[in-house]
Nanobody, 123 residues
Framework: QVQLVESGGALVQTGGSLKLSCLAS??????????MAWFRRQAPDNQREWVA????????NYADSVKGRFTISRDNAKNTVYLQMNSLKPEDTAVYYC??????????????WGQGTQVTVSS
């Protein structure tokens, strides 16, 4: 059984920083060959929004809304992915989810998801 466990969510003021972590474990699972990404769900519509991705090669990409403020990174030896969030804004308030996937048939397939961690940015 593969598990992704996020941590690091908190209440922070506008302009503050947080670092989220996502630890992968179980069934000899390794993130080494996986694409890893962060998504978020925001109230009130609760739509899932892609935030950032890091490929096994280390290549990264970001949603325009977080570009220049968020940094995704990975430590394969620790089976962990991080999301450093700086200059936080109230609109970053959301539940943040970590996911592991593969590139198949021209698209990413996200196989495993964490339970989410709440980030709240006060104005």
């Amino acid at each position: 059984q593969v598990q992704l466990v996020e941590s690091g969510g908190a209440l922070v003021q506008t302009g503050g920083s947080l670092k989220l972590s996502c630890l992968a474990s179980g069934s000899a699972f390794s993130i080494n060959a996986r694409a890893m990404a962060w998504f978020r769900r925001q109230a009130p519509d609760n739509q899932r929004e892609w935030v950032a991705i890091i490929l096994s090669s280390g290549i990264t990409n970001y949603a325009d809304s977080v570009k220049g403020r968020f940094t995704i990174s990975r430590d394969n030896a620790k089976n962990t992915v991080y999301l450093q969030m700086n200059s936080l804004k109230p609109e970053d308030t959301a539940v943040y989810y970590c996911t592991a996937g593969r590139y198949l048939n021209g698209r990413y397939s996200w196989d495993y998801w964490g339970q989410g961690t709440q980030v709240t940015v006060s104005s």
